[in-house]
């Protein structure tokens, strides 16, 4: 039995992650939070830790998971680290690529086992996505079209939305995007974004466009928090068919609800959400979405930390370069120009 701290026990660490590590097996021994009563009613053997130095104290801790807001997550997994736990970072890793460098080299000194919860490698619509581009049901792929549109006029008062560093669209969900088009297609050749707010009463950047290159392939990635019209997620060209797909991964849904990662149709898309793919002579043909499955992340790092060959589910490194494009999006924002990589 693995035992895992968890600092941070707000809606993502509460709802999404501790479901998850329970689930893949893992006992959550501790928690850093001042909610003592939704603990014990959530995670009744869970003990509360004041801080995270209390909980990293612990000698009977074996893997520590980072859920607090972004410009916490390198001074904590550096402190969780050198305490001798192996490491799970909720998105992003850092803020800067360097600093992944240096969580890097730590984590191979100590021995220890880094990864990053880049949960929407798992999600439904993305597998089905994967599938379809190493099957080749597109053909070569010429144009990879992803977005995350939100209706959100009103400015809410949480840490996301605040002036500080970390917060905004562009390393909240542009995060997620840009790792999914690194997994399908690889490091761009160049990229050109462009970087804003729209509402009044934003203090961080609300929305993004942002458009990258490799070779004759494009990619273009896009969040709005102004688009009453929001269920359009992917759209895929190739020389053989297209693809497009509406709606997002029901599992976040399905855990707010208290659905259990392991219960009967957990990451099962409705049929009216499945995708489909139209070929060249005009056919469209539905295709079923594959089952989201976010536990496989918290399953494989079980196993990495059982077992030193096997790989975490997500690298720092990997994380890093999802960081270095983030950084040349803010310049080519910035500076109004295209940036080679």
Known sequence: MINVGLIGFGLAGRVLHAPLIEAAGMRITSVVTSRHGELAGAIPAAQPASS??????????DMVVIVTPNHLHV????????????????????LKASQADELIALA????????????RRWDSDFLTIHRLVREQRLGEVMAFHARWDRY???VADRWREHDVPGAGML???GSHLIDQALCLFGRPEWLQADVFSQRPAAQVADGFELWMG????RISLGVSS??????????????????????IDPQEAQLRAGLKPLSTGFGTEPPDDHGALIHGDGRREIVASDTGRWLTFYERMRDAVSDERIAVPVTAGEAKSVIELIEAA?????QGRRIDL
């Open 108 to 119: 191979t000194r100590q021995r220890r086992r880094l990864a990053i919860f880049q949960n």
């Open 330 to 334: 803010v310049r080519s924002s910035e």
């Open 214 to 217: 490799k070779g004759a392939l």
């Open 52 to 61: 995270a130095e209390q909980l990293l104290a612990r000698n009977d801790i």
């Open 226 to 247: 102004l688009a009453a019209d929001n269920r359009l997620r992917y759209r895929l060209f190739g020389n053989r068919a297209s693809y497009t797909k509406s709606g």
């Open 171 to 173: 390393f909240d969900l």
């Open 75 to 94: 001074p904590q997994a550096r402190a969780a680290l050198a305490a001798g736990k192996h490491v799970v970072v909720d998105k992003p890793l850092c």
């Open 152 to 154: 959100r006029p009103a």
